[in-house]
């Protein structure tokens, strides 16, 4: 199995397991580090979540994984919150944070900026709309897209 298809599957199993907790799934990212897989879960709710919500999901997915045997070799489970500086890398991660203010940072100008301060309007699978400080919402796919992150918003 791809990564891309056990990130799939994943999503699937971790989905259900998360929302009865109250929780989201905002991401989970298959990778390598060396010679090990690793797969990154991140989870989200409404005012955060703590790290011992992430401790004791982290090891109720582990379970249901290590039940399930979808993965054949030894792996990394990272399960976390999403950074207030977050890079949204998925579709689902861009649906997940709308109504949010993000920085994109584009591969070809638009009027002129690489860069956009606004606020996350709408996206699909094929890209995301962001509303500009003057009103405006302007589409994007994501192939023009190099980087979209997070705004933080510092309370001080």
Known sequence: ????????KLEEIIEPIVRDEGVSLVSVLVSRRGRRLVVKVCLDREGGIDIDTCADLSEEIGRHMDVLDLIDESYDLEVSSPGVDRVLQKPREYRHFLGREVEVTLRQPYRGEYKLLGILADSDDEGMVLQLPEGEKVSFPYQVVKKTKLHAVLPW
């Open 1 to 8: 199995m791809n990564p891309e298809e056990l990130e799939e």
